[in-house]
């Protein structure tokens, strides 16, 4: 296989590698492909399928580091705990027997590497009747309380902490409460939250009325709530904290491919997957930054890639176990899959295409276009072949398919690491810097070594000088239009960031995990201003990260110890 550099190494050997019974790491990278591509190929078997040569190709796949699959796959295909998915939603209704259900429903996931979201817009508000005891409720808030706690005890198997979404509808009375709930320092710090806003809301906001707060118990109308301070207090809270997000319950909903199985209320921990209660859905990134000849895309082998991966993600469908039979139940019914990229901006600077840019945007349209094309493609021949979903019938999808969904665009926390690219479809945060992850990761941008090698501006010195500065366009050294090619994280504006994220979402089936960074210096009002133009470019979710607005990020920065 390719040689790995020494971040990969490091994060493979403390968190993926197996090890024996005295915690010995007992297998090597290319073992660890081995095993996950001989297992995910096991699967062509039950359908007259050519093991060997999938294996072959799943292996030359991952080794060449042009496609990986999410975390949990890496970690348990081949094991005892063959849980290959990252993304699940569980319900939660308004009985202490559903709660402390989903809670243990939870607990299993997470401990299988599975990152869990819930609604929690069921629950009756604090301080409403409890018929039983006669008592009061606690309210979704507080329950969240105990979701988090045991969050906290539960480290996805010693390798990784869990991750949750927690959602409320702005129509729930306590919405003030889950809105500002993470105020003040260290609250839900196993949770990221999303306020889910729907046409009601909006027309309300429109029209600068207020809207009425709903007890989901009784159907009852108990208050109003005026939107522009809702989502005020959200904008608030989300410049000191980072959360809440909001969701876009209408445009999500709108591309719900399975309406009759119900409706989207939730999403995955880093809301790149809209869910049904019990659902899952099993992620994997082409690598993007391995797909171009070092000045323009290969789209042929781009299209390889992307039937191979849908091939593989569906094979981690049919292979994986899953802790909760009612998962096992769903996601056999839709077979969602979620491929997505990394190394995006990576193929911008060999296209010599600038991150912030016009046609930064209309290239990410062109190529996600050309990827979901490809990925439903893949995904009617895999139906000729095995069937289509079994619930495709009364779907949305007017021609057999094998997947209600193929693509998302995932975080790629870690598995962006182990193949040496930028992130996702983020800017790079900069050219050279330690990650605080893992004791410490020595991260350095090889494209930008190697250009500036060739334009002789490359120095030692230079180097230590840029380690750990968050942007590079004030030095003097570096010519202009290099600069322009490793724009940061923090160079891009968050129009910049906003664009990208719908360029992709037009043509991805699920959604778009993507953080829009605001400089420490931006207001509450910067923060608001993100929101709403938001909802006016069509995304289904957002999430807007102020520099410094709270020293430890749930998800995205990748939240190992
Ligand atoms: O890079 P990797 O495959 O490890 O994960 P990612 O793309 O950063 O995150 C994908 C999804 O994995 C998240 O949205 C979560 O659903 C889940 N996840 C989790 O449960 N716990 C974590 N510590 C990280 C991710």
Redesign the pocket.
């Known amino acids: 296989m390719d040689s790995l550099d020494s971040v990969a190494e490091t994060v493979l050997r403390r968190r993926y590698l197996r090890r024996d019974e005295n915690g010995n790491v007992v297998e090597t990278p290319a073992g660890m492909f081995r095993r996950v591509a001989e297992t995910l190929a096991q699967a062509e078997g039950r359908f007259d399928g050519d093991v060997e040569a999938t294996g072959r190709t799943f292996y030359e796949a991952m080794t060449a580091l042009e496609f990986l699959p999410?975390?949990p796959t890496l970690m348990n295909a081949g094991t005892e705990l063959e849980q290959l998915a990252?993304?699940f939603v569980l319900p939660v209704e308004d009985s202490l027997e559903s709660i402390f259900t989903a809670l243990k429903q939870a607990a299993l996931v997470h401990q299988s590497?599975?990152?869990t979201g819930f609604s929690f817009s069921n629950l009756r508000p604090e301080g409403d009747v409890v018929k039983k005891t006669g008592g009061v409720a606690s309210g979704p808030v507080s329950f969240m309380r105990i979701f988090d706690a045991a969050t906290e005890q539960i480290k996805?198997g010693g390798r990784?902490?869990?991750?949750n979404m927690g959602v409320l509808d702005a129509s729930h009375p306590d919405v003030e409460m889950f809105v500002t709930a993470k105020e003040g320092t260290g609250a839900f710090r196993n949770f990221n939250l999303s306020v889910a806003t729907d046409a009601m809301f909006w027309e309300a906001y429109d029209a600068g009325e207020p809207y009425d707060l709903v007890n989901p118990r009784t159907d009852e109308v108990v208050g109003q709530a005026d939107p522009d301070d809702v989502l005020d207090l959200a904008a608030e809270t989300a410049w000191e904290t980072g959360d809440p997000g909001l969701l876009f319950l209408d445009t999500i909903n709108e591309h719900n491919p399975t309406p009759q199985l119900g409706r989207l209320e939730a999403t995955?921990?880093?809301g790149?997957v809209p869910l049904l209660p019990y659902e899952a859905c099993v992620?994997g990134s082409i690598n993007l930054a391995r797909h171009t000849d070092g000045e323009a895309v290969d789209w042929d082998k781009l299209r390889e890639t992307v039937h191979m991966g849908v091939r593989f993600l569906d094979n981690a469908i049919v292979l994986s176990d899953f802790p909760v039979s009612e998962i096992e139940e769903m996601m056999t019914a839709t077979r969602k899959l979620g491929l997505g990229v990394m190394g995006f901006h990576d193929m911008l600077v060999d296209l010599r295409i600038p991150y912030y840019s016009r046609e930064a945007v209309e290239f990410a349209g062109e190529l996600m276009s050309f990827i979901h094309d490809e990925s439903w493609a893949a995904s009617r021949q895999l139906a000729d072949e095995r069937g289509p979903f079994p619930a495709w019938e009364d779907s949305t999808r007017a021609e057999p398919m094998r997947n209600a969904t193929t693509t998302t665009i995932?975080?790629?926390?870690?598995?962006?690491l182990i193949a040496g690219c930028s992130a996702s479809i983020e800017p790079i945060y900069n050219v050279a810097y330690t990650k605080q992850v893992m004791g410490g990761l020595e991260i350095v941008n090889d494209r930008f070594v190697d250009l500036a090698k060739e334009r002789g501006f490359y120095a030692e010195e230079l180097m230590a000088e840029l380690h750990d500065r968050t942007s590079i366009q004030n030095v003097e050294e570096i010519p202009d239009d290099v600069k322009q090619l490793f724009h940061t994280a923090h160079d891009v504006p968050a129009d910049g960031h906003l664009r990208v994220q719908a360029a992709f979402q037009e043509h991805v089936d699920n959604a778009v995990?993507k953080t829009v960074n605001l400089p420490r210096s931006a207001s509450v009002e910067d923060v608001k201003d993100v929101f709403l133009t938001a909802r006016e470019f069509g995304v289904k979710g957002i999430t807007v990260f102020r520099s410094g607005a709270r020293s430890e990020q749930v998800?995205g920065e990748?939240?190992l110890q």
């Open positions: 999410n975390s990252a993304c590497g599975g990152g996805q990784r902490r869990g991750a995955n921990p880093c790149e992620l995932a975080p790629t926390g870690t598995i962006s995990s998800l990748t939240p």
